[in-house]
């Protein structure tokens, strides 16, 4: 069995409390030097483990590690044995992972924020004030979400088997911090985590990156004001008895990661697997019960301190909240946009929203292929909602948004609006990019007289959908308009236009106005091919627009086909020119054949773009985009059309409202075919709706932009 040697001098009271712990855990004792003493059973060809980690003897971490090792002697039968060395005795973190990485460690337990250097998704966890409770933490950590950055680890040399945890994180200081100006220009120690320099940054503050062995001594010496820990780091290092004040901030989460090295898990038999697997869980579920005890205990033990306890002011508070969210915008291109929605949803699983709120719902394709337009959309309500609350809000309630994810799935769109109709303040839903589920929502809206705004899908029978009253609005392309402008286009060079379509109801949609509009003016499509959502060559396509002797193509379909397609075209020498529908502008299409781009003629339908444009309205809007997003240039701007039709529905909901005087859904429908004038981004919007009409947009509304360096730069803007 373990031995644990425990300090009781050193620690009295406390370590007396946690005895009860320990001895629920099964970890009776341990040597001091960490040594597991040998099974009594002899085995043959015993894998004698290491296990490094930087907390101290006495840490939830460190006695779970013992009962980890335990757990895998037993469920090995001595096959696999562990030994766990504490305190950084086999070096820091970045040095512990590189051993790992390369064979030489076994075992590690590194803080999610250290092992960002290798895989920046993991500072997700550092981001501040995005989790209000454990119980979120873990429904993050234990989920999809985490499963998915667990398992990223295999591109580094590591397999990530569970997440323990320190707990969230508190502030101190020898400073008082009470408010913005006392905070403004301290300087903070920090873990090695670009995203939490920024932090600090956003908040006034600066920092310093400081190894956790030497943060006791650079508090002492003065190098730093102040450090960011959990109760664990902070009493365990004793960091409170050279602190003046704290603040129980609670304003960000330590998670570490318990990794196994890719080389010893190669080596490891399917029984060895299993058993360090199941250890791995088991030891999981206790570490996290022993944190939680011990924070509380830590917590007396500050209360009893010198430390004094202090409280952040109402205004820090909210700045720094305000802050944070930035600094996610920010990374949120490191992290993925797809992986930051996919938490941001565990979060709204729990939302509540209060009586003076007027909830407008997303339902759009924020963590798919197209996850770019559902951000883009996202955006411009968010843009809007912040003028329309910072001018009082309409009928004296506050605009929110709630937003779920369909990755363009029908099924998925209706179960959410679903979850939306029953949220008792929901005022209307906004649509994303798919027509598809757009037009398989239809009945639902319907049936249940949702306001449903459409910001993007261009499905002609989504407005022209056989309801007498309808229920749904649209700034955006309608493809009936849509296909005179592409075929005009076309028409610029050649008429040997061939049509490439997706076949969905979208894609049939476009079949049905450009093939009519062909023929009024007397000419047919030389080549129409159609294509499955997921199509991965169009080799045998790309030869057919050749035999065929097509010069121009219009595409109709998402971004991922369309960059195959693109691929193929490059191969030729003489590919036909590409018109687009701006189905590929809702993702990273660009990134995805950037050098073929240059060898092949393409065009993309828009309506609007930020860059070059000159309005007072498009500047004042991209300002604060980039002061909201921390984005430098109109460039960054992603998706543009996204953003800015979103800004107009929004602000034209808000006009609606007030001119109702009622949040009766009805009511505001009403209003919303008889706004007399609304200025947008996009236009200034004379009776944009009306009871016959559902389209705020035509094709003098339209553009083409070519694609420059991943932007989108438009051939002509609206004046």
């Not at 096959?79 to 790992?100: C, F, H, W």
């Not at 997706?502 to 509009?517: E, F, L, M, Q």
Request: glycine share 6%; proline share 3%.
């Amino acid at each position: 069995m373990l031995v644990v040697d425990f300090d009781i001098k050193k620690h009295r009271k406390m370590l007396f409390r946690l005895g009860f712990l320990v001895l629920f855990l099964g970890v009776l004792s341990c040597e001091r030097d960490n040594e597991p003493v040998t099974p009594k059973a002899a085995v043959v060809d015993v894998k004698a483990l290491r296990f490094g980690h930087d907390m101290h003897e006495d840490s939830a971490q460190h006695l779970a590690a013992l009962m980890f090792a335990e757990m895998v002697a037993e469920k090995t039968k001595g096959a696999v044995t562990i030994s766990v060395y504490p305190n950084q005795q086999l070096g820091n973190d970045r040095k512990m992972i590189e051993l790992a990485q390369n064979g030489s460690l076994d075992f590690i337990l590194p803080p999610t924020a250290k092992i960002s250097h290798i895989l920046p998704a993991f500072q997700m966890f550092d981001l501040p004030y995005v989790f209000n409770s454990r119980e979120q933490v873990y429904r993050a950590l234990d989920g999809s979400f985490g499963r998915d950055l667990l398992s990223s680890m295999n591109t580094q040399q590591l397999v990530g088997l569970s997440f323990w945890e320190s707990g969230f994180k508190q502030l101190t200081s020898n400073k008082r911090f009470t408010t913005i100006a006392e905070l403004r220009g301290q300087k903070f120690r920090i873990m090695e985590s670009p995203l939490l320099g920024g932090q600090f940054k956003l908040w006034g503050a600066q920092s310093r990156v400081i190894d956790f062995a030497s943060t006791f001594a650079a508090l002492e010496e003065g190098a730093v004001d102040g450090q960011e820990n959990p109760l664990a780091s902070i009493v365990g290092m004793r960091f409170h008895q050279e602190q003046k004040y704290i603040a129980m901030s609670n304003h960000g989460y330590l998670a570490q990661v318990l990794a196994i090295s890719q080389n010893t898990y190669n080596h490891l038999s399917g029984s060895e697997i299993k058993a360090i697997t199941e250890a791995a869980q088991e030891a999981t579920l206790s570490q996290r019960k022993m944190a939680k005890e011990q924070n509380e205990l830590y917590f007396e033990e500050i209360q009893k301190s010198s430390i004094d306890v202090i409280n952040l002011s109402p205004e820090l508070k909210a700045f720094m909240k305000l802050q944070s969210r930035r600094l996610l915008e920010k990374y949120r291109p490191t992290f993925g946009t797809s992986r930051v929605e996919q938490l941001l949803q565990i979060l709204e699983d729990e939302r509540k929203f209060s009586d003076n709120q007027l909830v407008i719902a997303l339902d759009a394709d924020l963590q798919g292929n197209s996850a770019q337009s559902g951000l883009a959309i996202r955006r411009g309500i968010e843009l809007a909602i912040d003028e329309i609350n910072a001018a009082g809000g309409v009928l004296g309630k506050q605009f929110v948004l709630t937003a779920r994810d369909n990755s363009m799935i029908p099924a998925r769109g209706l179960d959410n609006l679903k979850k939306f109709n029953s949220i008792p303040n929901l005022l209307a839903v906004f649509g994303g990019i798919s027509s598809p589920v757009v037009l398989g929502e239809l009945e639902y809206i319907h049936q249940h007289q949702l306001l449903f705004l459409n910001p993007w899908a261009a499905a002609t029978p989504i407005i022209n959908n056989g309801y007498k009253t309808s229920y749904i609005f649209r700034v955006s392309v309608r493809d009936e308009y849509a296909a005179g402008f592409l075929v005009d286009e076309a028409l610029r060079s050649t008429d040997r236009i061939g049509l490439l379509l997706v076949n969905n109801p979208w894609g049939r949609s476009n079949h049905k106005a450009i093939t009519a509009y062909l023929e009024e003016k007397n000419l047919r499509p030389t080549d129409i091919q159609w294509f499955e959502w997921g199509t991965k060559t169009f080799k045998e396509v790309v030869a057919s627009f050749s035999e065929s002797k097509t010069e121009s193509v219009i595409y109709v379909g998402n971004p991922v086909e369309g960059a195959a397609f693109i691929k193929a075209l490059a191969e030729l020498s003489d590919a036909p020119a590409v018109v687009s529908h701006w189905g590929v502008t809702g993702s990273n299409f660009y990134q995805l054949v950037p050098d073929e781009l240059n060898s092949v003629d393409f065009k993309v339908l828009q309506t609007y773009s930020f860059i070059g444009n000159r309005s007072k309205t498009a500047r004042r809007l991209a300002s604060r985009y980039h002061q909201k997003y921390l984005t430098l240039t109109e460039e960054d701007i992603v998706s543009p059309v996204g953003t800015a039709h979103a800004y107009d529905l929004t602000h034209l909901l808000a006009v609606a409202l007030k001119q109702a005087g009622t949040t009766n859904r009805e009511s505001v429908r009403d209003a919303m075919e008889n706004i007399p004038m609304y200025r947008g981004v996009i236009k200034s919007y004379q009776y944009p709706f009306s009871a016959t009409d559902h389209d705020a947009l035509d094709a003098s509304n339209f553009i083409f932009a070519r694609y420059q360096n991943g932007a989108l730069y438009p051939q002509v803007l609206n004046e």
